[in-house]
């Protein structure tokens, strides 16, 4: 079920993508993940090329949020972390800075290991964001980045019932900055 979610929302990104005009950006990003589960902050890190012309856009992006539920090694868990590959609409107002609103879909991989490997958790969940940010531009081909998401995981609570969806145990805020490319 979630592979057909994760190609259905490939394919209307792709069938979506606007103007053949589109700015390519490419954008290294890191800042901080923070709620829900995350026991405090936490750091995350990670990238995203979009395709953006005019006011309607998409993008991919691929973030991940180590130790997100406790220090590795120190606490109950000795390897945690949080993975996120996601496809995002977005809409953006023009100009040199740019607001824009994102939302989007795609695969939130968690895993929780303890020392005794008594309880492991390795689950590749649906999961969507929806959030938005600013990009501003500092040159014709460089700009800096920050943008605010929520990411949430969905699961199929009856999978041999029909397409069935509820929300998750996994959530989280995330804020971070970035340097972008234009090309």
């Given amino acids: ?99 824009y609103g994102a939302g989007g879909a795609g695969i939130m991989k968690t895993r929780l290991a303890d020392p005794n490997r008594f309880f492991d958790v390795d689950s590749n969940d649906f999961g969507i964001n929806v959030g938005g940010g600013i990009i501003g531009y500092v040159g014709e081909h460089f700009g800096l980045r920050g943008d605010v998401r929520f990411f949430r995981d969905l699961q199929d609570p009856t999978p041999d019932n029909g397409f069935d969806i509820d929300l998750g145990n996994v959530d989280y805020w995330r804020v971070v900055g970035g340097l972008t490319i234009k090309f």
């Avoid at 979506?16 to 890191?30: K, M, N, P, Y």
């Avoid at 800042?31 to 090329?49: I, K, N, P, W």
């Avoid at 406790?70 to 809409?91: A, K, R, Y």
């Fill in 1 to 99: 079920m979630m592979q057909r979610c994760l190609a259905a929302s490939v394919m209307l990104l792709v069938l979506g993508a606007g103007s053949a005009r589109a700015d390519v950006l490419l954008t290294g990003f890191g800042g901080a993940a923070f709620g829900g589960v995350t026991d405090r902050s936490r750091g995350t890190y990670g990238g995203a090329l979009a395709f953006l012309g005019g006011l309607f856009g998409f993008e991919f992006e691929f973030a991940t949020v180590p130790d997100a539920f406790g220090p590795g090694g120190e606490g109950v868990f000795t390897q945690n972390d949080i993975v996120t590959l996601m496809g995002s609409f977005m809409l953006a107002s023009p100009g040199p800075v740019r607001l």
